[in-house]
């Protein structure tokens, strides 16, 4: 296991976008993007301030020293970003891989499903998005009828995970679904009903009925073009079902379940086009697959038409992106009876049926940042660069006349840019490991904190 090395946060392009052109682009928000993405939320200047100042020393760090031969080094502190900061939100990835495949899902089989809406009906979802939950709960609804119905289980419990998203391929505003699916249903008794093959056309003709009536019935799509809707042949709705991963592959299902979390943007997509005296203010190239209709693989940006695109897809806070349904829920988890079940003869058409009555999920304990940092890097944060042997966290700063004496002393002192000043760090500062950006991507790993989307439900799960 090899020491790791420390990045530098300000040579990211985000960081340096953000830094010179975040200021112009609250300027200019309201006359040129508030037509298009809606007033400028107050989520969206908190989340860019801490992503400036994550990994920044200037805000905080810890000292970690190797009691052997006393060699020391600063460790930054975190933002603790979901869903923005590249870094940060790439910790969350590899909790949420590790909690489903090792705490929720069961060893049945499984399949990853995505559901996605016409182009005309995105607008209402970016000027309200509390119409988003909604989707989310026409979707569920539409696969338990669909799974129900084949296998004709009336009462039978589907396991589901899906995620929003909100972002396309090259950042336009895009929502639809991914969904982590049981691929059958379970029963109260303990056993699980493996789905036969079947067309999936039914749940895309229910899904699009039921989404067309949900708009009407609010009042925001006219009946008439709800009628055109209907009766179009290809309407912009879609399901898509992946191939069936079988219990054994855990590292494929853990594979799916950091995809449908993953990041609404990739720093190592940025190509940054310096100014010039035709372009002022330079331009951002954001480099994706080959986009058929388009004939490109890239779209091109203005610095602060490329920050309204990746901002839009921040959400508000405590809004949970994702969403545990049937046998996965809370609710099920909490309620699950824990002495395994007598077993029956099986009803309803399954192709097979698994007994899944004894299985407990495992406990796993809380991943901390060292351990992180091992599965994703290869590389030991507490592993002395010089002499090998154990290193260890002796003090934690976070006052500023004290951080500056000592930054100063060290020669690493500099201001860097604030969109907001604001309080003082709290006392649950994070500790964040920082890597070289020429070796890899901005990607690490912190001490867990409380996380909507991991581990709330990771407590429930171990109740």
Request: charged share 25%.
């Amino acid at each position: 296991m090899q020491p790791y090395r420390q990045r530098k946060p300000r040579a990211s392009p985000l960081w340096k976008c953000l830094t010179r052109h975040f200021v112009a682009f609250c300027a200019c928000y309201e006359a040129r993007f508030q037509p298009r993405y809606g007033f400028l939320r107050p989520i969206i200047p908190e989340v860019v301030g801490k992503f400036l100042d994550c990994g920044d020393l200037d805000r905080g760090f810890a000292r970690v020293r190797c009691d052997h031969c006393h060699h020391e080094y600063l460790l930054a502190f975190s933002c603790k970003g979901r869903w923005f900061c590249p870094s940060c939100h790439q910790k969350k990835v590899q909790l949420f891989g590790a909690l489903l495949t090792e705490t929720i899902l069961f060893p049945v089989p499984h399949r990853h499903f995505t559901f996605g809406i016409p182009k005309m009906l995105r607008v209402y979802f970016r000027f309200d998005r509390t119409l988003l939950k909604e989707i989310c709960r026409i979707a569920h609804a539409c696969l338990v009828e669909y799974m129900q119905t084949a296998l004709d289980l009336p009462d039978g419990l589907p396991g589901v995970v899906m995620c929003i998203h909100t972002f396309g391929e090259y950042l336009d505003f895009h929502p639809h679904l991914h969904a982590l699916v049981a691929d059958g249903l379970f029963t109260r008794d303990g056993l699980f009903h493996v789905m036969s093959e079947t067309s999936l056309a039914p749940l895309e003709e229910l899904f699009r009925a039921r989404v067309i009536a949900f708009l009407v019935e609010k009042g925001l799509l006219p009946p008439e073009r709800a009628r055109v809707l209907r009766g179009w042949t290809h309407s912009g709705f879609n399901v898509f079902r992946s191939r069936r991963v079988a219990p054994e592959e855990r590292a494929d299902l853990e594979r799916l379940a950091q995809y449908i979390i993953r990041n609404p943007f990739s720093v190592e997509k940025m190509q940054v086009t310096e100014a010039n005296r035709a372009n002022p203010d330079g331009s951002i190239i954001y480099h994706s697959g080959m986009n058929p209709k388009i004939q490109r693989n890239f779209e091109i940006f203005s610095p602060c038409e490329f920050i309204a695109a990746i901002t839009q897809h921040i959400p508000d806070k405590s809004f949970q992106l994702v969403r545990y349904y049937g046998w996965y829920s809370n609710k099920m988890r909490g309620q699950r009876d824990k002495q395994a079940a007598a077993v029956v003869q099986p009803d309803g058409k399954a192709a097979a049926v698994i007994d899944v009555s004894e299985h407990k999920p495992r406990r796993i304990p809380s991943r901390k940042w060292r351990e992180l940092i091992k599965k994703v890097w290869e590389a030991d944060p507490l592993l002395c660069p010089r002499c090998q042997k154990e290193m260890r966290i002796v003090a934690l700063i976070d006052e500023r006349i004290v951080i500056e004496r000592i930054l100063r002393h060290l020669g690493l002192w500099q201001q860097g840019f604030r969109v907001a000043s604001g309080p003082d760090p709290p006392g649950d500062l994070v500790i964040e490991p920082c890597f070289d950006l020429s070796r890899r991507s901005e990607t690490e790993a912190d001490d867990i904190a409380p996380d909507y989307d991991t581990d709330l439900d990771l407590a429930c799960a171990n109740d």
